[in-house]
Nanobody, 121 residues
Framework: VQLQASGGGLVQAGGSLRLSCAAS????????MGWFRQAPGKEREFVAR????????YYADSVKGRFTISTDNSKYTLYLQMNSLKPEDTAVYYC???????????????WGQGTLVTVSS
């Protein structure tokens, strides 16, 4: 299972970014897909997850209403649309795949390489 994250960059507070994660077909059909982030000196934290079918989503309270997780099943791609970005959203963002719909990084078996998002104030 391979995951390839992209789309990070530098943005001003209040701006938007869209992250992408290219996945194999097997990943999409069999796994729950999630986004996590890790800021410097902090533990990796859950951001959002979605079922492979795209029918069920769940968000961390800190991003609810600002971020949207979605999939394009025809392209086997996972997205994270991030709006109204805040400096505290600055982190390396990782996509992940797991068999359990969990918020714990330990329950995800496969990880992308991470993409850096920097939000300036």
């Amino acid at each position: 299972v391979q995951l390839q994250a992209s789309g990070g960059g530098l943005v001003q507070a209040g701006g938007s970014l869209r992250l992408s994660c290219a996945a194999s077909r097997r990943t999409f059909s069999s796994y729950v897909m999630g986004w996590f982030r890790q800021a410097p000196g902090k533990e990796r934290e859950f951001v959002a997850r979605i079922t492979g079918s795209g029918g069920s989503t769940y968000y961390a309270d800190s991003v609810k209403g600002r971020f949207t997780i979605s999939t394009d099943n025809s392209k086997y791609t996972l997205y994270l649309q991030m709006n109204s970005l805040k400096p505290e959203d600055t982190a390396v963002y990782y996509c992940a795949a797991g068999l359990v719909g969990s918020t714990s990084p330990r329950d995800y078996d496969y990880w992308g390489q991470g993409t850096l998002v920097t939000v300036s104030s």
